[in-house]
């Protein structure tokens, strides 16, 4: 009776979610001293939301997805202050044989691609390439390196179309309406593709990024005024290649992105990243090794060459299929300072 | 056993909501330019939120409504910037024979009748009614036609008696707190009634609006200084009456809105709104048209006499019991400024 | 079919909460005047949120929570403005057969024995030894009494180890890293001890408290500047003992706790409160009796004492096992200030 009214009401969505915490000392370069702290999503930024599938009939489903991100740390919800309550997922989507159109805020175009192809996934704290493709270093009124990433992990105000699956291609086009009045050019847009065969896997992006998330007005690339301020970028083209190749007694990674910026004021930076990685099964769990170097240039960098190298190396055992628990050693160098080493030991829980 | 466990858990309560996104070209009358957008919650404010009921014995049962209105464009929480959480309900409640009475965050008066009353329902985005009632025009910054309604859709600190329903009549008597120390003079205070027999509905609300929604202390009409500001209005006076006739081929809708305010210095503003509407079963949907028209006059507008009016014609087809999809039409005259002329098609889903 | 999939997936979380709200007349000794309100969480703080075990086997479970305040009078979330979205819960937690390990935001040392050891549990609007230890009286700006603890009911950053439960005997031991770059020495740490042996209970914490919550960088105990200014305080030790003994007729309690404050400037302020309780079975509830004494001195407050006294006495009856309805009668005193009575009759449903 009650239990069948509420599993009947509750057929339709379902809670899910993510909570990863860790222990360590953090150390970036460019930070003047360790902190011993409670990170956050060592592994994978936590959240909490609901989905929901209905059938339409005909092959034709609706989807939704409301997920939050938080800092279970400190009980913050968002990723960041000024972070919007349901930045990860608050979209909707028609999915038929025609493959699939979603509306809302959903993924950039740069956030597959990145996370399948190197051996950290969506670790915004030791993957060594997600942190200089899209974490800024140092805090926010002290940066000591921009993340090279315009208009962030995730788009607002967007349309996606997704193609079915061909024999293991797949591709996703992303469009991001400015929403400026009388004012259809300034806009974000981007497509990423991906192929699945065996052991091989490839993927690639493309994305050109005039516009700021999770809500417009902003810098697309870092708002900090000193000292290292790019708030004048307002326009990045960028690109991504990326493969991965398992042979069972490893699993290695290759990517290479390239993002060009431009200021009104006709200034310049271009930003190359490349980064490797291998997954080595190992003792009921994986070895996880991940290096990523990034080389800027450009008039608005005074045409110095900045270079920044971030290796990783760290272990994952799995407790169950939804429990995790993990320890990382990872090394970080920006050519202006000095190497500096953090260490972290963490549980990460997906329900 | 973990699933029965869980399952008898949850059976107190379930999680609901709504997802509403549109994509369009918006222009009010007063707005210098269309804006392409992703627009949420074009025919219904999208929420999510946690409901239950409990069987107390003897009639009598405990009900709870947590609800959340969310922005899914770019998934910002509340209706806008400053709203509360659960600004959609937060409220608990005894209901027996004797009625229902509840306590918390819940409707205010005015909300059941102009949302039955009109085709376009709780649409605070193609309602021509809702949005001269609820809705203010142009940004915070500069607005070019300030709502009529005063305190919101939703009263905070609030007690609600509920009649039972007595074939067909049923009346909801509310008392919002003003809080106040020393002084309970300052509240606000409303009923409504509504009427349904057969094809034939009849509505009406009084309230009298004294203190601000979702918090106290602001401008219960529209905090705006420039350029029209009535943020010195302390006291709303506004009654309503409405009336439904379904003859199958078309549902017909008519309502008459008035309010009466005023400042400190004596100042006054009075506000009549008309509002027509026809909902027209075809083709498996519903074609819906609606028509409001509102008269602004009085001392605090210099005696000069403002006019609106609003058109919309629609066409909302059922993919689901649960899922539509719809476009829109909408025509917003200014007495002020020039007509302008906004079109949505979106998806709603309820889960 | 679909309702299987849900369940299924639905069955690693569960949602839970608690709504209470009351009506009354609240003034508190210092206060100008009554205020009539509804109150949200008169006998528990409304909260709302997600909670999940999952068995690992061997005996090893992990477990999360998050879980958040909220305010259903306006539907504000958290506690007050500015608290954290889950500061209620953010943790997840490694259990077995060595006890319980968890990590992020949850439980400080003094909340389990100050709320198990009075009669009105946690109440923050009407238990007289939670007020005086947790709560601030007068608004924000124009204090007239602060708070005796330090940091706060809940820790972020934190760990907790549990010990498993020997013959009765548990102990909670709390450490919060205080996250400042390049000092460890600044952290809250703490413990407590509970014992239960049939119709006996004890209870006792010891904390230090050095770092605020729920984010870091404000006062420990009270950052309001005038007229009360505790801000200066930077390190704060308190310890408790508390006992109960349940003789059929009644449930008796009472508490001691003393704080000791320093700040920078090497002032100090000292407080001491005892507490005494009573829960009387009477017509299927429970008449509710407590009382609270405050004496507070040292060069902080002029070699001045300050003294509170609070008592109420109260009647709370079990509609179900998961609603109850209760009226409150609370009398104040501060030394400093006339005494105040406030009145409130409230419902709280658990879910």
């Given at each position: 009776?009650?239990?069948?009214?509420?599993?009947?009401?509750?057929?339709?969505?379902?809670?899910?979610?993510?909570?990863?915490?860790?222990?360590?000392?953090?150390?970036?370069?460019?930070?003047?001293?360790?902190?011993?702290?409670?990170?956050?999503?060592?592994?994978?930024?936590?959240?909490?939301?609901?989905?929901?599938?209905?059938?339409?009939?005909?092959?034709?489903?609706?989807?939704?997805?409301?997920?939050a991100f938080l800092r279970p740390d400190t009980g913050e919800s968002g990723r960041f202050g000024g972070d919007t309550m349901f930045s990860r997922d608050a979209n909707i989507a028609l999915a038929g044989s025609f493959g699939r159109v979603s509306l809302g805020r959903d993924l950039a175009p740069s956030f597959l691609p990145v996370v399948i192809f190197n051996p950290y996934g969506d670790s915004f704290d030791v993957s060594p390439l997600v942190l200089h493709w899209y974490v800024p270093s140092g805090g926010f009124a002290a940066r000591t390196w921009a993340n090279s990433a315009a208009g962030d992990s995730g788009w607002s105000n967007e349309v996606i179309y997704s193609t079915p699956n061909f024999d293991g291609?797949?591709?996703?086009?992303?469009?991001?309406?400015?929403?400026?009045?009388?004012?259809?050019?300034?806009?974000?847009?981007?497509?990423?593709?991906?192929?699945?065969?065996?052991?091989?896997?490839?993927?690639?992006?493309?994305?050109?990024?005039?516009?700021?998330?999770?809500?417009?007005?902003?810098?697309?690339?870092?708002?900090?005024?000193?000292?290292?301020?790019?708030?004048?970028?307002?326009?990045?083209?960028?690109?991504?290649?990326?493969?991965?190749?398992?042979?069972?007694?490893?699993?290695?990674y290759a990517t290479y992105t390239s993002s060009k910026n431009d200021t009104a004021a006709g200034k310049q930076m271009d930003d190359k990243i490349y980064s490797l990685g291998a997954k080595i099964p190992a003792g009921g769990g994986d070895i996880l090794l991940a290096?990523?170097?990034?080389?800027?240039?450009?008039?608005?960098?005074?045409?110095?060459?900045?270079?920044?190298?971030?290796?990783?190396?760290?272990?994952?055992?799995?407790?169950?299929?939804?429990?995790?628990?993990?320890?990382?050693?990872?090394?970080?160098?920006i050519s202006t300072a000095d190497r500096a080493t953090s260490v972290i030991a963490g549980i990460r829980h997906r329900f």
């Open positions: 009776c009650l239990l069948t009214g509420s599993a009947l009401a509750q057929s339709s969505v379902t809670v899910q979610g993510l909570v990863d915490l860790s222990v360590g000392s953090v150390k970036m370069s460019g930070d003047k001293a360790s902190t011993a702290a409670i990170t956050p999503g060592g592994m994978t930024t936590s959240w909490v939301g609901f989905k929901g599938v209905e059938d339409l009939g005909g092959g034709l489903k609706a989807e939704f997805a409301l997920t291609f797949s591709s996703n086009m992303h469009y991001q309406f400015g929403e400026k009045a009388g004012d259809t050019g300034t806009r974000n847009i981007g497509l990423n593709a991906l192929y699945f065969n065996g052991p091989f896997a490839l993927g690639a992006f493309y994305q050109k990024v005039q516009v700021s998330n999770p809500t417009g007005g902003s810098a697309i690339v870092d708002a900090t005024a000193a000292p290292v301020s790019f708030a004048s970028i307002n326009n990045q083209t960028a690109y991504f290649v990326g493969a991965s190749y398992d042979l069972t007694a490893a699993k290695l290096y990523a170097n990034t080389k800027r240039n450009g008039s608005l960098t005074a045409n110095t060459e900045l270079k920044r190298d971030t290796m990783s190396a760290g272990y994952d055992y799995n407790l169950s299929k939804r429990t995790d628990i993990y320890g990382v050693l990872m090394s970080d160098k």
